[in-house]
């Protein structure tokens, strides 16, 4: 049977690509971290294979003989809450049903019956000591899914970890690994009686936290590689700089994409068709467009406050925050969820390609839906391409029309002008071509690339037009020296470009509508460029 790309659940290698878990962390040191009897985390965005990993690490655990490896998720206890009692028994039957099976014998689910009359606060600390002296080896205990357990439930099962840590190796595990997406020591951990604990004083015993990264290039190229291997379907050389672009190895990501071009696009699914570019392109626009289940959570994340206060001035490019002045554990919330990079010496910024993508379109979604466009001809030259003067004129009255009451209506309203020119822009492009965004924390601007194919196959003429945005802050006449500069750059890093406009948005209120909305042709280093004012 062939195999395919994964894109739900853990990794089977006998049917899907797979590439070798246990060479994405430092075995050497995992192996240290657990012969020295330290309890550590594990942490990674959804969907990036850290459940492979740790089934991996089981498997290679229990061949090398030294421990008994088990393996339990505890995602089931977030419907409990906290429902203490409920959530440590049904984590200590998960344990003594998961040990049994490693182990084949049924000892570890008779020990279940010594702890049915212990008090919740003490039966996990228990049911360990009582397996850990019954089994013929150390345990290594890995505990999935940590993170969704909530409040005194998630603080139980941490304290009681903690209690019975100086009893290990004989009569508690060797080594517990606490996974999840965030690292227990970041939680700010809510009780039923509202206070608040952070994770780090319910469980102070945790030696490290490892995070697994995503895929590097090369590894990329390896997985793409076994489909090419196994199918003798190409992908072309260009097709992995663009899936680096769009992913930046977001594991998920990374197999949505092959999945969908090599086995949901039905013409594809002959394998002597060749995977272009173009082609990667569309997967792209489908899954986004689709909303997947991956792409679904992240949007419901974009609605917390948390991730607010980071990616709203990331979007508006605003230069009234800082990165200091963004909370350190909203910055830490949103890492941990895989929507921003934080590196050293750079501006904080939107994780990948496509989740620059996902962001502003779903944060205007219901405005596109209302926005009444014309038929397409009106702003289709006679060679396909589209007449971006009509585009803009067309929406400086749309502005003056609807800016002030839509602009208020979106959740991230200090990026509105922005994302309004976006939706807009969203709406006419779609199906029709590609609208690339760079922005970032500390940039000021916002830079669009519109890319319009003029023919349907690959290798064809493309409009490329650029489009910098820009919220006025200070003199005019210095802010369009300053954009048409960047404009320029922008359009030497892209190359081939039809055309340039600078689009600067005066917020400030103290203009009418009529000094406001203009536009006029500039010349810069041998250039015209189209500044709008709005």
Known sequence: MERYFNTAGSNVPSMQYTLDPLSRLDLDEILTLIRQGKYFGLHAPRLSGKTSYLLALR?????????????????GGQA???DVLTVISGACETIGHRTAAVIKDQTPIQLLEQIKSVSSSAMLTSYLSYLSEALPKPLVLFIDEIDALVGDSLVSVLRQIRAGYDERPTRFPQSIVLCGVRDVRDHRIVLSNQDIITGGSSFNIKAKSLRLGNFTPDEIRALYGQHTAETGQVFEEECFPLVWQATEGQPWLVNALAHEVTNKMRENRD??????????YRAQERIIYRRDTHIDQLIDKLREPRVKRVIEPIIANSDNVQQQDIPDDDIMYCTDLGLVKKETGRPLRIACGIYREIIPRE???SKQQTMI???????LNADGSLNIEKLLLDFQQFFRQNADSWIGQFDYAEAGPQLLLQAFLQRVV?????IDREYGLGRRRTDLLI????????????????????????????????????????MDLVGAVDEGHFIVFDRSGSKT????????????QGRSIMVWGM
Do not use: C, F
Request: glycine fraction near 10%.
């Open 59 to 75: 498997d290679y655990l229990n061949e090398r003989g030294d421990y008994i490896a088990v393996y339990v998720n505890v995602e």
């Open 80 to 82: 409990a809450r906290n």
């Open 271 to 280: 394998r002597t068709v060749r995977i272009t570019p173009e082609m990667m």
């Open 363 to 365: 944060l205007t979604w």
């Open 373 to 379: 466009t014309q038929e397409p001809v009106w702003y």
């Open 430 to 434: 779609n199906g029709g071509g590609y």
């Open 451 to 490: 890319r319009k194919p003029l023919t349907d196959g690959y290798g064809g003429p493309i409009q490329r037009v650029v489009l910098e945005l820009k919220i006025l802050r200070g003199d005019l006449e210095k802010t369009i020296e300053k954009g048409l500069e960047q404009t320029s750059a922008y």
């Open 513 to 524: 509508w009529d000094e406001r909305i203009w536009h006029e042709t500039r010349q810069y």
